[in-house]
């Protein structure tokens, strides 16, 4: 491996303060996807077609205003357009899993791309971590481990829905690295527009195919409403805000708050348990964000040197 950054990652990546909360904050709206996904009473796939669906016109409303067209080339067309497809395949695959698995598992499994962005992280520096860098990853997946630890649950009855989960998680990394590469020359609405447009055909497909119910029944629009402004708007909207100013490592760690977000829901929406050991996983996520932030800040201040 090579032993120094490009002069082009150095660039990308110079993350402010309110980079960092957009990157969270996304996260955090994520946190709530798997429980309006079994609040609606679409079928699974069904409900990830709403999510795309929804937002479509306010995506191209926006991206018409960012001068999609002026900035699109062929290129960057194929790339953004096959994320849509990999995304609408996470898409399909977590929400069939989470019909199947316990929310604690589908967040830990449907997370676990984020394991991959942090592999695919350090290819894409072309050098080993430094001390700090390596220390934030253990720390994170360290408590990611912890906090779903005591609740996972592998048996015969929620295998299938965790494999399902565990494939979305693939899918997912497999969305994120050319969108955030897509980033570099469109911006987030853009994006967001092309992602949805590519990937909602296919989930309405694969729905119908399926045989699931796409009309929604006596629940009406309301949990696919919150799915798609929680998850597609405001979650997936800061997220892709936040991939150009960050490398796939820090986003890959950053992607395991959502187990942490997750514990905190179900001990104040379900009343879970929430001991020692949960809040102790929590601050070990936390405290390899803080060393992220700290590496990111100690490496500008040696530029501006």
Same mark, same amino acid.
């Given at each position: 491996?090579?032993?120094?950054?490009?002069?082009?990652?150095?660039?990308?990546?110079?993350?402010?303060?309110?980079?960092?909360?957009?990157?969270?904050?996304?996260?955090?709206?994520?946190?709530?996807?798997?429980?309006?996904?079994?609040?609606?009473?679409? %079928?699974?796939?069904?409900?990830? !077609?709403?999510?795309?669906?929804?937002?479509?016109?306010?995506?191209?409303?926006?991206?018409?205003?960012?001068?999609?067209?002026?900035?699109?080339?062929?290129?960057?067309?194929?790339?953004?357009?096959?994320?849509?497809? !990999? !995304?609408?395949?996470?898409?399909?695959?977590?929400?069939?899993?989470?019909?199947? @698995?316990?929310?604690?598992?589908? @967040?830990?499994?449907?997370?676990?791309?984020?394991?991959?962005?942090?592999?695919?992280?350090?290819? *894409?520096?072309?050098?080993?971590?430094? *001390?700090?860098?390596?220390?934030?990853?253990?720390?994170?997946?360290? %408590?990611?481990?912890?906090? =779903?630890?005591?609740?996972?649950?592998?048996?015969?009855?929620?295998?299938?829905?965790?494999?399902?989960?565990?494939?979305? %998680?693939?899918?997912?990394?497999?969305?994120?690295?050319? *969108?955030?590469?897509?980033?570099?020359?469109?911006? +987030?609405?853009?994006?967001?527009?092309? $992602?949805?447009?590519?990937?909602?055909?296919?989930?309405?497909? @694969? *729905?119908?195919?399926?045989?699931?119910?796409?009309?929604?029944?006596?629940?009406?629009?309301?949990?696919?409403? %919150?799915?798609?402004?929680?998850?597609?708007?405001?979650? +997936?909207?800061?997220?892709?805000?936040?991939?150009?100013?960050?490398?796939?490592?820090? $986003?890959? =760690?950053?992607?395991?708050?959502?187990?942490?977000?997750?514990?905190?829901?179900?001990? $104040?929406?379900?009343?879970?348990?929430?001991?020692?050991?949960?809040?102790?996983? =929590?601050?070990?996520?936390?405290?390899?964000?803080?060393?992220?932030?700290? +590496? @990111?800040?100690?490496?500008?201040?040696?530029?501006?040197?």
């Amino acid at each position: 491996m090579a032993i120094a950054t490009t002069a082009r990652e150095e660039k990308i990546y110079a993350p402010g303060a309110w980079h960092f909360v957009a990157l969270l904050a996304g996260n955090a709206a994520l946190a709530f996807g798997p429980l309006l996904v079994r609040l609606s009473d679409t %079928g699974p796939v069904a409900a990830g !077609f709403w999510r795309l669906l929804l937002p479509l016109p306010l995506f191209v409303a926006l991206a018409w205003r960012e001068g999609l067209f002026a900035r699109l080339d062929r290129r960057v067309a194929l790339l953004v357009l096959g994320a849509g497809v !990999f !995304f609408a395949c996470d898409l399909a695959s977590w929400h069939i899993g989470i019909e199947r @698995t316990k929310l604690a598992n589908a @967040t830990l499994f449907g997370n676990s791309g984020s394991l991959i962005l942090m592999v695919w992280g350090i290819v *894409a520096l072309r050098r080993w971590p430094r *001390a700090g860098e390596a220390l934030a990853m253990l720390c994170a997946v360290a %408590g990611a481990l912890i906090l =779903m630890g005591r609740s996972l649950e592998i048996s015969e009855r929620t295998f299938a829905g965790d494999l399902f989960c565990l494939l979305a %998680g693939l899918f997912y990394a497999c969305y994120l690295i050319p *969108a955030q590469r897509a980033r570099e020359a469109l911006r +987030q609405w853009s994006v967001l527009a092309l $992602v949805c447009a590519a990937g909602s055909p296919i989930l309405l497909g @694969t *729905a119908i195919a399926m045989g699931e119910p796409v009309w929604p029944g006596p629940a009406g629009f309301a949990p696919l409403i %919150g799915l798609a402004l929680c998850s597609q708007v405001i979650g +997936q909207g800061l997220l892709v805000f936040s991939l150009k100013h960050f490398p796939p490592l820090i $986003v890959g =760690m950053a992607l395991l708050t959502q187990p942490a977000l997750a514990a905190l829901i179900g001990w $104040v929406a379900f009343r879970e348990g929430l001991g020692w050991p949960d809040v102790a996983g =929590m601050a070990l996520v936390g405290g390899a964000l803080v060393l992220s932030r700290v +590496q @990111t800040r100690r490496r500008e201040g040696r530029r501006a040197a």
